[in-house]
Structures are given as C-alpha cells and as structure tokens.
C-alpha cells in the first residue's frame, strides 16, 4: 500500500475516534458536545492537562476502551506521516544519484546554461533533434516547470565545479543562454579554459558585447534582439518567402529539414559531380552548401565533385536525408 493511502486511512480513523468519543462523552457525561471533543482529544492524545476528566462510572470505562484505540491511530498516523517524508527524501535522493550517474556517463553531448525562454527553446530543438543535453540553471522551479523529460543540475554555470558536474571536459558544445552579457562572457571563458575544443554558441543582448564573447571563446554568437528585428522585417517585406521557411522548418514539424552530412572515405558519392550522382532526383535532397576546409561553397554548380571530408549542407524530407546519409558512409 502506498503511503500516501495510509496516511488517509490513518486521518479518517482519527475523525471518526473524535466524533465517536465526542458523542459518547457528550451522552455518559453529560456535558457539551465541544467539552466532550476536547476531553476526546487530549485523552487520544495522552495530554491529560486535567481542567476536565470523566466524572461517571460509565465515562471512564468509555475512556478506557477510546484510550488503546485512539493511541494506536495516533502512532499510525505520525508513523505514516514520517514515512512520507523519508520516503520523499530517499526517493528524490535516488532520482538525483542516478541522474548524475547518466550525466557521468555521457560523451559529445550538449550543455545548456540558463533554462530562460531562449534557453527553453534551445533545449526543445535538441529534444527534438534527438541531441543528449544537460541543463544547468540555479532557479529549481523554474527546472521543474518545464513538462519534457531531461537530466540537469541546479547550480551557477559560472563555476567550474558545477561545469565538471555537467562533464564539460566530454562535451561537444555549450550554449550559453543566461540573460546578462556578462555571465555569458564568464562562462564562455570558463568553458573554453576547461575544455579548449568546446563548441560554444552565445547569446548576446548588446551589439558591443559581441566582440567580448568571441574573444572570450564563444564560436558563435548570437543576438536574439537583432535576429527577432530582421525577422520582423522580412515578414513584411517578404511574407510569403518567410511563412513558406516557417511550415516547411517550424519546431515540431518532422517533414522538412536541414542536416549536415560528412562525405566518408570511401563512399560512393566521392570524387563524382552533383550531375553524376543524380542527387536531386535519386535522393530527392537539395545540398546547399559545401564546407571544405576552410571553403564555403554555397548553391555549389551541378559539375561540383564531392570529395572526402566535405560537410554538405543538405535540405530535404527526413527519411530523404536518411537515404542521402547512407549513401555518405563507407562502402567498406
């Protein structure tokens, strides 16, 4: 039986103890009926203050018999109670060791600081995208209002030892959302300091801060206000174009999407052009981009070889982009 049940049943036997006492006070002793609640009370109680004790043959002998009854319902319940409590405890305790064991356990996951509205939306993208994240924020509550499932650790991101608790030697990247600049620049700097191939993304909320957050090892930063004012604008401007972006790439929507794929040794796309591998019409992908290197080849030309190691930007419906992959890895 679960806790929660006893502690019920325990209180809904102490009601009726105190009403069944209460009357039969009121009847054998003949006093009020708050007089008899109170005498009813102080003797399962064991208080005994002695301002009011039965006075007739037939009280006490009802006291007698409400004594045993009332003192047992009275240990049940507080050890009901107490057993809530330590059970919550353990409980929360378990939860908490063994969500830091699978945060031990991680590798080339991603790091949020700061669950805020940017960094909410940062952490649904990567549920979405399927990305292992942990999350560091001071505020609990704010931890625990958030309805998806994810391992994270309540604490300052700008503290070393909160960041080795979020296996920051391990990860991939971090992500940087707290709402001042100037924690932001703390934690890129820490980060960077203590894992120096860290992929850090920040945000920015001054133009002037921008400069301050790469120098301090951002890779990439982002200004949230900027971002939203150019959206603005292009929603007026160009509607159709930005709402047509918008159902095709919105959160929550799996058809459409965009994926940076590794061309592998070996795989039989390499060395041949965009034209001979047909990837339009036999994938059904449109590739973007080339990374190569240092290079940035963007809407590459149909005779564009492909070659080992180049990064392509791809476009494309999900299980599309799954075909397209395949075709990227080894053949051996």
Same mark, same amino acid.
């Given at each position: 039986?679960?806790?929660?049940?006893h502690?019920?049943i325990?209180l809904i036997?102490?009601?009726? =103890?105190i009403?069944v006492?209460?009357l039969?006070?009121?009847?054998?002793e003949?006093?009020?009926?708050?007089d008899a609640?109170? #005498?009813?009370?102080?003797?399962v109680?064991?208080v005994?203050?002695g301002?009011?004790?039965?006075q007739?043959?037939?009280g006490?002998?009802?006291g007698?018999?409400?004594i045993p009854?009332?003192v047992g319902l009275?240990?049940?319940?507080l050890?009901? #109670?107490s057993?809530?409590?330590?059970?919550?405890?353990?409980?929360?305790s378990?939860?908490r060791r063994?969500m830091?064991?699978?945060?031990?356990?991680l590798s080339?996951? #991603?790091?949020i600081?700061?669950i805020?509205?940017v960094?909410e939306?940062?952490l649904?993208r990567?549920?979405?995208?399927?990305?292992? /994240? /942990?999350v560091?924020?001071r505020?609990?509550?704010?931890v625990?209002q958030i309805?998806?499932?994810?391992?994270?650790i309540?604490?300052?991101?700008?503290?070393?030892?909160?960041?080795?608790n979020a296996g920051?030697e391990?990860?991939k990247?971090l992500?940087?959302?707290?709402p001042?600049d100037a924690?932001n620049?703390? /934690?890129?700097l820490?980060a960077?300091?203590l894992?120096p191939?860290?992929q850090?993304?920040a945000?920015a909320?001054?133009v002037e801060s921008?400069?301050k957050?790469?120098?301090a090892?951002?890779?990439?930063v982002?200004?949230?206000?900027?971002l939203?004012g150019?959206?603005m604008?292009m929603?007026?401007?160009?509607?159709?174009?930005?709402?047509y972006i918008?159902t095709?790439l919105?959160?929550?929507?799996?058809?459409?999407g965009?994926?940076?794929i590794?061309?592998?040794p070996r795989s039989k796309v390499?060395n041949?052009?965009?034209?001979d591998n047909? =990837?339009r019409?036999v994938?059904?992908?449109t =590739?973007?981009?080339i990374?190569r290197k240092?290079?940035l080849?963007?809407?590459p030309h149909?005779d564009?070889?492909?070659?080992?190691?180049?990064?392509t930007?791809?476009f494309g419906?999900?299980d599309?982009?799954?075909?397209?992959?395949?075709?990227?890895?080894?053949?051996?």
């Amino acid at each position: 039986m679960k806790v929660s049940k006893h502690i019920v049943i325990s209180l809904i036997g102490m009601t009726i =103890i105190i009403i069944v006492g209460g009357l039969g006070f009121a009847f054998l002793e003949g006093i009020s009926f708050f007089d008899a609640l109170w #005498m009813t009370a102080i003797t399962v109680l064991t208080v005994g203050y002695g301002d009011i004790i039965p006075q007739t043959i037939g009280g006490r002998i009802f006291g007698l018999l409400i004594i045993p009854i009332g003192v047992g319902l009275v240990g049940y319940t507080l050890a009901a #109670m107490s057993a809530a409590i330590i059970e919550g405890k353990l409980s929360q305790s378990v939860w908490r060791r063994r969500m830091h064991q699978q945060i031990d356990n991680l590798s080339n996951h #991603m790091i949020i600081c700061g669950i805020g509205r940017v960094g909410e939306q940062v952490l649904q993208r990567f549920i979405q995208e399927g990305v292992q /994240v /942990v999350v560091i924020e001071r505020d609990k509550e704010r931890v625990e209002q958030i309805e998806e499932n994810f391992l994270y650790i309540v604490g300052d991101a700008t503290e070393d030892r909160v960041l080795y608790n979020a296996g920051i030697e391990r990860a991939k990247g971090l992500v940087a959302t707290l709402p001042d600049d100037a924690s932001n620049v703390f /934690v890129s700097l820490t980060a960077k300091g203590l894992n120096p191939k860290i992929q850090i993304v920040a945000r920015a909320e001054k133009v002037e801060s921008e400069e301050k957050l790469r120098i301090a090892g951002a890779s990439k930063v982002i200004n949230p206000s900027s971002l939203g004012g150019r959206r603005m604008a292009m929603s007026v401007v160009k509607p159709i174009s930005v709402d047509y972006i918008d159902t095709i790439l919105q959160l929550g929507k799996d058809e459409y999407g965009v994926e940076e794929i590794i061309i592998q040794p070996r795989s039989k796309v390499v060395n041949s052009s965009l034209r001979d591998n047909n =990837i339009r019409s036999v994938y059904g992908v449109t =590739i973007v981009a080339i990374k190569r290197k240092h290079e940035l080849i963007s809407n590459p030309h149909p005779d564009e070889r492909l070659k080992e190691g180049d990064l392509t930007i791809v476009f494309g419906a999900k299980d599309q982009l799954v075909k397209f992959e395949e075709a990227t890895k080894s053949s051996i």
